[in-house]
């Protein structure tokens, strides 16, 4: 019988010890964890080409996505949205949001100026009838849910334009009109629309953004 009782008392002390480490265990994980995801921050310095996303201001970080030229209207719609229904909702200001629209792929015409847009609208936008002469996003329309590429920027809101598509599109149009791919992608970055940033690759700023502690939106 005393052999019993010292055996379970025991195996009392062995399981003890063992929930006591696993606690331990859960809370050092949890605590790294927290350490590694909570505030989405980078363990290393940003690349200068992506240091004005981890530098822009607010304490509410998104980046909306878009590809299509449906998508930058859709995009620009929810970036517009969010920051409406912060200010109206939560009794909050649009200074509070660090907040991104990114035009990449076929979306990416939408991060050039309305000069360009007259001058090159027939090759930014194919295929339309009649041929836009000015930024489409410039103007609120149902495609933006009312929003306009300058009331958002009135709100602080930044844009990522792609560099490689900037550069597709580059070749594209100085096939069509005699001129070199470099001169033209020189007046392309010349003419981003306002709080653009050409960015190397759109895909890249959408990873990016994201390690600097941004949730991800995209345009449909």
Known sequence: MKDVEENMLGRR????????????????????????SGTGAVDHAPHPKDAWLAEMPGRHKVFVDSSTMQGGGT?????????????????????????VVCFRHMSTAYG?????????????MRNTDPVPTANPLNTASGRSGGHSIGSVVEKGVHFAVCGRAS??????IAGATGQTADAVFAELQAGLIPNGHM?????????RAQEFGYSFLYGE
């Not at 995009?75 to 907040?99: R, T, V």
């Not at 550069?167 to 594209?172: H, K």
């Open 13 to 36: 002390a062995l399981l003890t010890g063992m929930s006591v480490a696993a606690v331990a265990g859960i809370a050092a994980s949890a605590s790294s964890a927290s350490a590694q």
């Open 112 to 124: 050039f100026d309305d000069a360009l847009w007259a001058k090159y609208g027939s090759l930014l």
């Open 199 to 207: 960015v190397p690759a759109g895909v890249i700023a959408a990873t």
């Open 75 to 99: 995009a620009l719609w929810g970036a517009g949205n969010i920051l409406d229904a912060h200010i109206s909702e939560y009794d909050g200001q649009a200074s509070d949001y660090a907040m």
């Open 167 to 172: 550069r597709r599109q580059a070749e594209a």
